[in-house]
């Protein structure tokens, strides 16, 4: 099993930047997959981007590409994300989620783990 703590959440204005992290613990961080999620009100939980076991390869929903970049440390069993040319539309509740095995996916349901999540709001 895994444990994932999100944090880095908070209020900023439109066009400026936070950093996300997710912090795990209880397995072999390096054996999963990782992916950012989020989630706004009255709307389904959407994919933001994922990284392989890795680090090498990335991907990214066509809203956030260019503006948003997720990375790891397999060493201290850390995801981010750092988001910049933050849009209110990014507003939402953040949650990172673990799979196990190399690739990367896109769908929630594939995803074992999940974190409590952290909320972003971009105020206009």
């Known amino acids: 099993q895994v444990q994932l703590v999100e944090s880095g959440g908070g209020l900023v204005q439109a066009g400026g930047s936070l950093r996300l992290s997710c912090a795990a613990s209880g397995s072999t961080f390096s054996s999963y997959a990782m992916g950012w999620f989020r989630q706004a009100p009255g709307k389904e939980r959407e994919f933001v981007a994922a990284i392989t076991r890795s680090g090498v390869s990335t991907y990214y929903a066509d809203s956030v590409k260019g503006r948003f970049t997720i990375s790891r440390d397999n060493a201290k069993n850390t995801v981010n994300l750092q988001m910049n040319s933050l849009k209110p539309e990014d507003t939402a509740v953040y949650y990172c989620?673990?799979?196990?095995?190399?690739?990367?996916?896109?769908?929630?349901?594939?995803?074992?783990?999940w974190g409590q999540g952290t909320q972003v709001t971009v105020s206009s």
């Open positions: 989620a673990a799979k196990p095995g190399a690739v990367i996916v896109i769908s929630s349901g594939l995803y074992e783990y």
